[in-house]
């Protein structure tokens, strides 16, 4: 049966329920709670007397609306961080501009093509289109599968040049000669001799210090995933 579902971002109230195995997504048009369970009552009515359209094969759903309605599934996501959800949101929107509002079963090997291009005529570097390409793919698979549309070729990523990347002594001290705040340049400091993500860095507390002993320990962001260690060398120390 439909429940009740707030919008966390513009908050307006949904009709949220099952069908084949998919969620699905009804607006009430309101942010009213009262008047939203007035509504809520109204269309479970509806929905058992088979006056809300099912999902059909091939519907034709455009890009724009699925947007919205993915953005607003991974927003309920209890699983996905904000940071994510921001990865999501940058790569669609940028698959917006490059594509307009055309229908889900047009997108085809050669949009998703020109969406690579276009993001490396506006200079992105490799790493940060193939970063946006990933998050886009993912989007459209989980599109695809909620409109029972067949999922189209998907194109290689971009080739990435591997190579180790280091500051410079004269970037370091660039850096460091406009940090005035000297807890903020520690900070920093550690970020250069530990070399970890900002997100790992964020999440340091003491007690992951010699944890065991010379080993700096490095907590998951997620639930259930591994922890991770990493030797503290003198510098670090």
């Known amino acids: ?8 971002k513009n908050g307006r109230y949904y009709a949220l329920w099952q069908q084949d195995g998919l969620t699905r997504r009804r607006s009430l048009k309101t942010n009213n709670k009262t008047m939203a369970n007035r509504r809520l009552r109204i269309f479970k009515t509806d929905l058992l007397a088979g006056k809300v359209k ?3 094969m091939h519907i034709r759903q455009t890009f724009y609306p699925f947007v919205d309605e993915f953005l607003a599934s991974i927003a309920a996501h209890p699983d996905i961080t ?19 509002d055309i229908p889900l079963g047009h997108i085809r090997d050669r949009h998703l093509e020109k969406f690579q291009s276009d993001l490396a005529r506006d200079g992105l570097k490799p790493p940060t289109i193939n ?22 070729d998907f194109p290689p990523q971009i080739k990435e040049r591997r190579s180790a990347r280091f500051f410079q002594s004269e970037d370091l001290n660039a850096l460091f000669s406009v940090i005035s705040d000297r807890e903020f340049a ?4 550690l970020a250069v001799y530990s070399g970890l993500r900002s997100g790992e860095h964020l999440r340091l507390r003491p007690s992951d210090i010699d944890n065991p002993q010379g080993w700096l320990r490095i907590s998951p962001e997620r639930k259930n995933a591994e922890e991770l260690r990493i030797p503290i060398n003198k510098a670090m120390r």
Request: aromatic share 14%; charged share 30%; glycine share 4%.
């Open 1 to 8: 049966m439909p429940r009740l579902w707030k919008h966390p």
């Open 54 to 56: 099912p999902i059909s």
């Open 82 to 100: 904000r940071s994510t959800e921001r990865l999501y949101s940058d790569a669609l929107q940028k698959a917006k501009v490059c594509w307009g």
């Open 131 to 152: 970063k946006n390409y990933r998050h886009l793919k993912a989007a459209l698979r989980k599109g695809f599968k909620w409109y029972r549309i067949p999922l189209p």
């Open 186 to 189: 520690d900070f920093c400091l």
